[in-house]
T-cell receptor, first 115, second 113 residues
Framework: SAVISQKPSRDICQRGTSLTIQCQVD?????MFWYRQQPGQSLTLIAT?????????ESGFVIDKFPISRPNLTFSTLTVSNMSPEDSSIYLC????????????FGPGTRLTVT | GENVEQHPSTLSVQEGDSAVIKCTYS??????FPWYKQELGKRPQLIID?????GEKKDQRIAVTLNKTAKHFSLHITETQPEDSAVYFC????????????FGRGTQLTVWP
């Protein structure tokens, strides 16, 4: 399995500001994704982070609000822009790893509170 | 897009009993169905998965069954223990959505000693 780390682990931000979350994987992975988990809720896919090209966003999520970078096969960032209290969530990156065996793992998450 | 329904939302069982959680999905192209366990304050942890070319898979006390015709899959936990208490999520992906997981709403499982 892949070892995934995220920074920061948590943050409290004021509305109207932006926060960039980093995701680092200990091995090269082809597929990398960003999810959101609102308090007490399930996980919702935000976007697929594509290496070398623009991210692919799910319905309801837009690049202006959640810009994503993926400069190489081990690293990605998600920015939450112009935050409002509704953006308070846990943001998790996820990767597909395992070589021949397809398995999908999650990072520890970034707990964001917007005041 | 894919729509995954999960039932029940809460499940309480006595230690040693079995627990069953059921999910249905809408996209017939989906072919990968993982189950995740999430303890409070922790990340989702992959506990078992199944692919569409397999009808059942077991790993010790955990088993998953898949019925592609009916588009439903289930998680079975036998001989439950208090440490099995957590939220369990089913998910689906595959076809045009390979790698993109669509989750059920989750089941809060409580195992009473």
């Amino acid at each position: 399995s892949a070892v995934i780390s995220q920074k920061p682990s948590r943050d409290i931000c004021q509305r109207g500001t932006s926060l960039t979350i980093q995701c680092q994987v200990d091995s090269q992975v082809t597929m990398m994704f960003w999810y959101r988990q609102q308090p007490g809720q399930s996980l919702t896919l935000i976007a697929t982070a594509n290496q070398g090209s623009e991210a692919t966003y799910e319905s309801g999520f837009v690049i202006d609000k959640f810009p994503i970078s993926r400069p190489n096969l081990t690293f990605s960032t998600l920015t939450v822009s112009n935050m409002s209290p509704e953006d308070s969530s846990i943001y998790l990156c996820s990767v597909v790893a395992g070589g021949r065996r397809y398995e999908q793992y999650f990072g520890p998450g970034t707990r964001l509170t917007v005041t | 897009g894919e729509n995954v329904e999960q039932h029940p939302s809460t499940l309480s069982v006595q230690e040693g009993d079995s627990a069953v959680i059921k999910c249905t999905y809408s996209d017939s192209a989906s072919n990968y169905f993982p189950w995740y366990k999430q303890e409070l304050g922790k990340r989702p942890q992959l506990i078992i998965d199944i692919r569409s070319n397999v009808g059942e898979k077991k790993d010790q006390r955990i088993a998953v069954t898949l019925n592609k015709t009916a588009k439903h899959f289930s998680l079975h936990i036998t001989e439950t223990q208090p440490e099995d208490s957590a939220v369990y999520f089913c998910a689906a992906s595959g076809g045009s959505t390979l790698g993109r997981l669509y989750f059920g709403r989750g089941t809060q499982l409580t195992v009473w000693p």
